[in-house]
Structures are given as C-alpha cells and as structure tokens.
Nanobody, 125 residues
Framework: QLQLVESGGGLVQPGGSLRLSCAAS????????IGWFRQAPGKDREGVSC????????YYDDSVRGRFTIARDYAKNAVYLQMNSLKPEDTAVYYC??????????????????WGQGTQVTVSS
C-alpha cells in the first residue's frame, strides 16, 4: 500500500519553530517531486513549498520564503519542512504530496499522485 504520513504538527507560539516530516511507505520518495500544502479554516488549500527529486532546487510561496526550508533525507525516505518565525496566519492543516516527475512544475493539486492525511499546525499565544 502506497502511503504518505505527515507528523510534527502542534501548537506553537508566534515566533516559534516546528519541523514537519513526510514519510513514505510502499514507495521511494526520491523518484517523486514532493510538495507541501496547507489549508487554513475557510480557505482553499494552497501550495507552500516544493522540492525536486534531486533536492537541489526548492520553491517557496512568497508568504513563507525566508522562514520555511524544505529538505530531503534519502536514507530515511522522508522530506522535511522546517518552519521558523511562525505567525498566526501559518495556522493550517499541512499536507505533503508526491508528484511523478523531476521538477516542481506546478502546485496544481490534480498533478499530485499521492497525499498524506495532514497534520495540524496552530500558531497562537
């Protein structure tokens, strides 16, 4: 069974940090582009960051650039999203998704083949 599982979410104060993990079972992530998405209450899901299969080129939405870092761990078959300087507007359910291919060509959801169940991130004092 092919599955993605996110972890690492939680409650954090503004200015704090969290590291989200995306782990795969049943397939190897290094053959897929991995995207991180988030969905805030009452809003559409949006793309946050993306990493290529080689891990050498990363993409970030303007709202998180300079604060979030995406990275791969090939040995652990995982992708991480390090989130620093968190703001209340970062509160959302965060999802990772896998896209067949090599390049971060799109955040369009229909282009992603596998999705995790999501992990809640709440930024509040």
């Amino acid at each position: 069974q092919l599955q993605l599982v996110e972890s690492g979410g939680g409650l954090v104060q503004p200015g704090g940090s969290l590291r989200l993990s995306c782990a795969a079972s049943g397939f190897t992530l290094d053959r897929y582009v991995i995207g991180w998405f988030r969905q805030a209450p009452g809003k559409d899901r949006e793309g946050v960051s993306c990493i290529t299969t080689w891990g050498d080129t990363n993409y970030y939405d303007d709202s998180v650039r300079g604060r979030f870092t995406i990275a791969r761990d090939y040995a652990k078959n995982a992708v991480y999203l390090q989130m620093n300087s968190l703001k209340p507007e970062d509160t959302a359910v965060y999802y990772c998704a896998a896209q067949a291919g090599s390049y971060c060509s799109s955040f369009a959801e229909y282009t992603y083949d596998y999705w995790g169940q999501g992990t809640q991130v709440t930024v509040s004092s």
